[in-house]
């Protein structure tokens, strides 16, 4: 008690003395940026989940061949989930003796969900968002039925029992892309009217869906408890298992925000591990005192414990509590870019605030503040006795250990993060060397100069354990700084190039065989470009290495799905161009006629199959069987035709094919299309522009987000830059007033100061460009997939900028030294 | 050994010496030192620049470790006892007045003066360290920071926090050293005054004879020996 009484009173005097200013300001903004940081990209996430969610037209969707039971609704309702019921099946519609299969979906009033429905009133005109269904009687209908029919809006069609009236047209359904592969157009009426057309009998293929949304810990409390129901025949899809490209979207915009708020904690570690370097040195006195009027080591060294945990503790919920304040300024500044509210905060990254400020401490400033405790008291005879310089293993083992944590929290991917710590470590390795090696070479050069050339590079020399520790902390400043510019400028570059503006738009499926150079012929005579088509084959998985496949044999919902479900298998001599082996070998010309396969590697790790595993697939009552000798990454995002199994054309050659294609369509040549479907009418034709806009939606959301975090970095960069310039502020003080009672002009001895710390900061840019080199090119190949190339700029930018940067903040810094007359500078030391 | 009581003579030394091993070869500071300081007894320790003045004060107040001989603090050989058994020693009993002062930047006059009652968990620092600065005449300047005193002030600070806990035995190392002689004299004065109403042991290290005559005994210290009758 007494330990902490008196921790608090020394801290109390410390902050009125301003001594803990500076590890307290390094504290707060990096508590600050993770909080806010992290409240923003927590809310920010789920927005652009729920922005997604469109495609399910909601969070959670239950799917079933079997009404629903009704308790699956209360249980809804319990948690005050919203919900909305559909039911979709394959029908035909008669009018004036044509006939054409649809796909009826009768809904109720709530639906959707999530996203709207987009109509139009008339043929010709605009489309417009509805939050109506049609009305009981009414039908509305996808566009492409009304010249198949030969109806217009305002007509009467027949659905079994009942007459309709087209009173719409839908353009725009949110859960349509979810079931790219519809072939039927939409015929969509209310769910009151679905008993009257007497369209269900027992036999029907119906889908009965339940639609809920509602706040995450309710819609995660019902899925448990649905999880536990045992209920049989009942899929539950959220939007992570609905499409592959846009889970790819969401896990690249959490992966880029993260790896953003990373970043602001790696450029607050340096910050506090450069103050709390100077604490120490400014603290030396007291603890010598201390020793001398006879406290223990075990004593002062639990006073300053207290004292830095109590600070951490303050620091770390003052900046909580800004992260807090920010987070919201930051969500007004781009609420605005999502169609829905942003969902509001949880508790959760307060806590993560408050672990990241006394990780931080522990990690970076315990072992060197515990080092006070070993001062010893004759310093209070001879000044030049310090405090014992920390074990290395100690030090680093905290700092790597806190960093560690702290990177995988948030990054929460233990590779990225592994990857990020490996490459920093060697960078302060690098970094400390070179820092090292330049102040040695610095110091001849110091005899040959003059005035304040010399003064500058004397400055610079005097200390080389000083100049190395700002050195490496600008360094690792800038390099951070440079890494996140380049992730933001060039990695987002390049995630949304990997969708270009003339990405396929148009998907054709189910062309015959018979078909396939007619649709070939016409595309290219229209000059339109594609890579297909590709033949699709129908096939289920039933055996991985003797083992029978079946739900059973997995827990996660995604594997369930896989199990259960046909899959289109294809072949292919070569392999697709946006396709990448990750594991064995594509085939060659001699080996066509082996029985091997290629698997996606995501599906190849959900289903647990392991390379050269024999897989069995069952084709039209026959079975194939193979061997997997390649794993491949497949650019699902990309909306070219891809599969998750291919085979070769030894294998797959001979099963019943259809074909399908995808290819980029400009608006100008969509009569082509029209020719197509006339010349081949068993041919489906798919537009997904509206999928693909929502995709493109969702990546530049995540990019604002990026550009808006990136400030609390650019902030927690000024911080670093004050630590690294306050770490040789005493000396520079004794200096500077010496110097000019000794008649220094200011003129010259400003000039001095900027010249110390310009080369400081250009010497900082060499080295940090060429680190950030090094761990962008792993970050953009390892970790985000993508093509990486050398920028030359980045060079420039560093060296100029680091040079300006610390330049100026060193002069500002010393401003006030020349500013003062000498003695009262030389009293303040 | 010298074998007395801890009351009697709170600090001795007997044999006392103190080398560094440098690139030159050995380099002796103390030789051979005796010495027996009695209770209430004030003693100056006189030498040049150098001579190992303020090393053996080091040595005496258990602040450094001797290379040989033996020095003990109220009784207590200094060498059986490691860092913390010295500080422990030390706690509450033994008081230091320093040349350039030692006064903790960041604190006001009086929290400098309530460090070491804090420390040796005195009940009431804050009365206790008032009224230490009032009998050094500083009742004024209670929440004044070092910089914001003159030298002589800041040295009174210094001994107000020496004597607040009223320890047995006072180290000064070159009190007035870093004062002008009116300022000094002054300071002095204060000095002696505590001491002898204190009744505290005063180990004085000056090279400042006029200062050195006010003690009850004069040492002086030459090439590391001590030659005390002078």
Not at chain 1, 614 to 632: H, M, P, S, Y
Not at chain 2, 36 to 55: D, N, P, Y
């Amino acid at each position: 008690m007494k330990a902490w009484s008196l921790a608090l009173k020394l801290l109390r005097r410390d902050w009125r003395a301003g001594e803990l200013r500076l590890l307290v300001t390094a504290l707060v903004i990096a508590v600050a940026s993770v909080t806010s940081v992290g409240f923003f990209t927590d809310r920010i996430e789920r927005a652009m989940q729920r922005q997604a969610a469109e495609v399910l037209a909601a969070d959670l969707r239950l799917d079933s061949s079997q009404p629903l039971d009704e308790k699956l609704l209360q249980a809804a309702d319990q948690r005050q989930l919203r919900s909305a019921q559909t039911v979709g099946f394959p029908s035909v519609v008669l009018n004036d003796g044509n006939t054409q299969l649809v796909q009826v979906k009768a809904v109720t009033q709530t639906y959707p969900l999530r996203g709207r429905l987009l109509i139009r009133e008339s043929t010709t005109g605009e489309n417009l968002p509805t939050q109506d269904i049609p009305l009981p009687g009414e039908v509305w209908l996808e566009e492409r039925l009304l010249p198949l029919l030969g109806l217009d809006i305002g007509d009467t069609i027949k659905l079994g029992q009942l007459q309709f009236h087209v009173s719409r047209v839908i353009t725009y359904e949110p859960d349509r892309a979810s079931n790219l592969f519809q072939l039927a157009p939409r015929v969509m009426i209310n769910r009151s009217d679905l008993a009257a057309t007497g369209l269900l009998g027992p036999a029907s293929r119906v889908r009965y869906r339940l639609l809920l949304a509602g706040e995450a810990s309710a819609l995660e409390g019902y899925r448990s408890w649905i999880e536990n129901q045992d209920l049989k025949n009942i899929q539950i899809e959220d939007i992570r298992g609905a499409r592959p490209e846009l889970r790819l979207a969401l896990d690249r915009g959490g992966r880029f925000l993260h790896l953003t708020a990373a970043t602001a904690i790696l450029l607050c570690v340096v910050a506090v591990a450069l103050s709390s370097r100077r604490f120490v040195e400014r603290q030396a006195d007291t603890s010598a005192l201390m020793r001398c009027l006879g406290a223990s080591q075990h004593q002062v060294g639990k006073i300053f414990f207290l004292r830095l945990l109590s600070l951490g503790l303050i620091a770390s919920l003052a900046g909580t509590l800004i992260g807090l304040l920010l987070q919201s300024l930051l969500i007004g500044l781009v609420g605005h870019w999502f169609t829905q509210q942003i969902p509001s905060p949880t508790p959760w990254p307060l806590f993560s605030g408050l672990g990241t400020g006394i990780l931080v401490l522990l990690g970076f400033s315990l072992p060197s503040v515990l080092r006070l405790s070993r001062v010893p008291p004759l310093r209070v005879f001879r000044r030049h006795l310090g405090a014992p310089s920390v074990g290395y293993q100690l030090s680093i083992g905290a700092a790597l250990t806190s960093l560690g944590i702290l990177l995988v929290w948030q990054i929460g991917d233990d590779k990225l993060a592994f990857q990020l710590i490996s490459g920093l470590l060697g960078g302060l390795v690098v970094l400390l060397l070179v820092s090292h090696l330049l102040v040695t070479l610095l110091k001849p050069l110091r005899t040959r100069s003059a005035g304040s050339w010399r003064y500058g590079l004397a400055s610079l020399s005097r200390n080389p354990a000083t100049t190395s520790v700002q050195l490496t902390g600008f360094g690792l400043g800038i390099t951070v700084l440079l890494i996140l510019a380049m992730v933001r400028v060039d990695l987002l570059d390049n995630w949304r190039n990997a969708l270009p503006a003339e990405s396929p738009n148009q998907f054709l499926i189910n062309i015959q065989p018979h078909e396939v150079d007619g649709v070939r012929q016409i595309l290219h005579a229209g000059g339109i470009e594609s890579d297909g088509p590709f033949p699709m084959i129908r096939g289920r998985l039933i055996r991985i290495n003797d083992q029978a496949v079946s739900t059973d044999s997995y827990a996660s919902p995604r594997a369930q799905r896989l199990a259960n479900r046909d899959f289109n298998l294809s072949l292919a001599n070569e392999m697709q161009s946006d396709n990448k082996i990750v594991s064995g070998r594509w085939w060659s010309p001699q080996q066509y006629d082996k029985p091997w396969f290629s698997v996606e590697e995501g599906l190849a790790e959900t289903l647990g199959i392991p390379m050269d595993a024999e897989l069995v697939f069952e084709v039209a009552g026959q079975e194939i069987k193979g061997v997997v000798t390649n794993l491949r990454s497949v650019q699902w995002d990309s909306f070219n035709v891809n599969f998750f199994v291919v085979g070769t054309p030894g294998l797959m050659a001979g099963q019943p094919a259809s074909y399908i294609t995808s290819f980029y369509l400009p608006k100008e040549k969509r009569p082509l299309l029209h020719q197509l479907i006339q010349q081949y009418p068993s041919i489906t034709a798919l537009d997904v522009s509206a999928l693909m806009q929502q995709v493109r939606a969702i990546m530049d959301r995540g990019v604002m987000a990026v550009e808006s975090v990136f400030l609390f970095t650019l902030v927690a960069g000024v911080i670093v830059l004050y630590a690294g310039i306050q770490a040789s502020r005493e000396l520079r003080i004794q200096e500077a007033a010496i110097l000019r009672t000794l008649g220094l002009s200011r003129r010259r001895l400003l000039l001095s100061v900027m010249l110390e710390f310009t080369l400081l900061g250009g010497l900082a840019g060499i080295i940090s460009a060429g680190l950030a080199s090094v761990i962008s090119y792993t970050l953009a190949t390892a970790i985000f997939e993508l093509a990486w190339q050398p920028n030359y700029w980045m060079w420039v930018v560093a060296i100029l900028g680091g040079a300006l940067g610390v330049g100026i903040a060193g002069i500002l810094a010393s401003l006030p030294l020349l500013n003062n007359p000498p003695l009262a500078v030389m009293r303040k030391i | 050994m010298l074998q007395t009581s801890s009351l009697q003579h709170p600090v001795t030394a007997s044999g006392l010496t103190k080398f560094v091993d440098t690139s030159e070869g050995r380099l002796d500071i103390l030789q051979q030192v005796d010495l027996q300081v009695e209770g209430g007894e004030a003693v100056a320790i006189l030498g040049a620049s150098g001579s190992g003045k303020s090393t053996l004060l080091g040595l005496l107040a258990g602040l450094d470790e001797a290379s040989a001989g033996e020095a003990c603090l109220f009784g207590t050989p200094l060498h059986t006892l490691d860092e913390d058994g010295r500080a422990a020693l030390r706690a509450g009993k033994v008081g230091f007045v320093f040349q350039s002062f030692q006064l903790l930047s960041g604190m006001t006059a009086l929290e400098n003066v309530m460090l070491p009652l804090e420390l040796a968990h005195h009940p009431s620092p804050d009365e206790a360290a008032k009224i230490a600065l009032s009998q050094a005449g500083l009742s004024e300047r209670l929440h004044h920071y070092p910089s914001q005193l003159s030298g002589g002030e800041q040295q009174r600070v210094a001994i107000a926090r020496a004597f607040a806990p009223d320890p047995t035995v006072l180290f000064a190392d070159e009190p007035t050293a870093n004062l002008d002689s009116h300022t000094g004299e002054r300071v002095a004065e204060m000095l002696f005054d505590l001491q002898e109403k204190n009744g505290t042991v005063l180990i004085l290290v000056t090279h400042d004879e006029m200062l050195a005559r006010r003690c009850d005994r004069r040492l002086h210290l030459k090439d590391g020996r001590l030659d005390s009758n002078r």
